[in-house]
């Protein structure tokens, strides 16, 4: 054999390689992937919904409020400090009246200004942190916070300004409440529909919000607690199957 041909069986050899290998990768990938599009696609398809139209007016607001007379809107008011556990990755102590909070995860904790965040306090494994990361440990603090303090005290924001309340009849001619957040919060434009039980209290809302790619979805707030301030809390979310829980309330 020339040399020649040779160097042309060896590019032939390496070619077949590459194209092994690209096979096994691209076959990697539909493996990895079709299930997760197959999945998307059966959840899209089953639970994806439009947002819903109501009317907004005294009827809506008057629902609001008994969602809140049903809480004991009051004691939460009074409430001046809440800590709790989110679904064990995140630790918060909220002090409402200072607006601050600390949040904590893995060696990480942020003394959070929430008027001011750029005056926030960081520590790294309990050491003052200035570094050029700085920002971006205020930044994970503050959706942090945003995030898991709604699934906590969601019920009591239905009035926060830039909010909008419309009244939405079921299917079932209940009557439930749509609060749609027009600003503010991590994703402006957030809509939740929320459902009551017999008592007026609020037990499950389905979502339509930016991080989600299916609208309509729903979670449950269940095993309420009254905390040593007579406010309630949840003490659970479940959505897809899936269970989320808030442990180690406290309230002063």
């Keep these: 054999m020339s040399k020649k041909k040779r160097i042309k069986f060896r590019h032939l050899s390496a070619t077949g390689k590459l194209k092994r290998i690209l096979k096994f990768v691209f076959g990697a990938l539909i493996f990895l992937t079709l299930p997760t599009l197959l999945l998307f696609g059966f959840l899209y398809i089953k639970y994806n919904e439009p947002l819903p139209q109501g009317a907004s007016g005294p009827e809506a607001e008057a629902l609001a409020t008994q969602m809140l007379d049903a809480l004991n809107h009051d004691n939460y008011e009074a409430t001046d400090f809440i800590s709790w556990n ?25 003394d959070l200004d929430l008027a001011t965040p750029s005056q926030s306090k960081i520590f790294v494994a309990d050491q003052v942190y200035k570094g050029e990361e700085r920002q971006k440990y ?3 603090a503050i959706k942090y916070f945003n995030n898991d303090s709604f699934w906590l005290v969601a019920p009591y924001k239905v009035f926060d300004a830039g909010t909008t309340r419309h009244l939405v009849k079921t299917d079932d001619d209940k009557n439930a409440l749509l609060v749609i957040y027009n600003e503010g919060g991590t994703t402006p434009g ?37 905390t040593s301030t007579g406010a309630q809390l949840p003490t659970a979310h479940r959505l897809l199957g899936m269970e989320f829980r808030v442990y180690n309330i406290a309230t002063q």
């Design 86 to 110: 989110y679904d064990n990755r995140h630790k918060f102590n909220w002090y409402k009246s200072q607006n601050r909070c600390e949040v904590v995860w893995a060696h990480f904790k942020v």
């Design 138 to 140: 205020i930044n994970k």
């Design 190 to 226: 957030d809509a939740y529909l929320w459902y009551f039980d017999a008592d007026g209290r609020p037990k499950s809302f389905q979502m339509w919000v930016d991080i989600l790619p299916i609208g309509g979805l729903e979670a449950t707030w269940n095993d309420w607690m009254t």
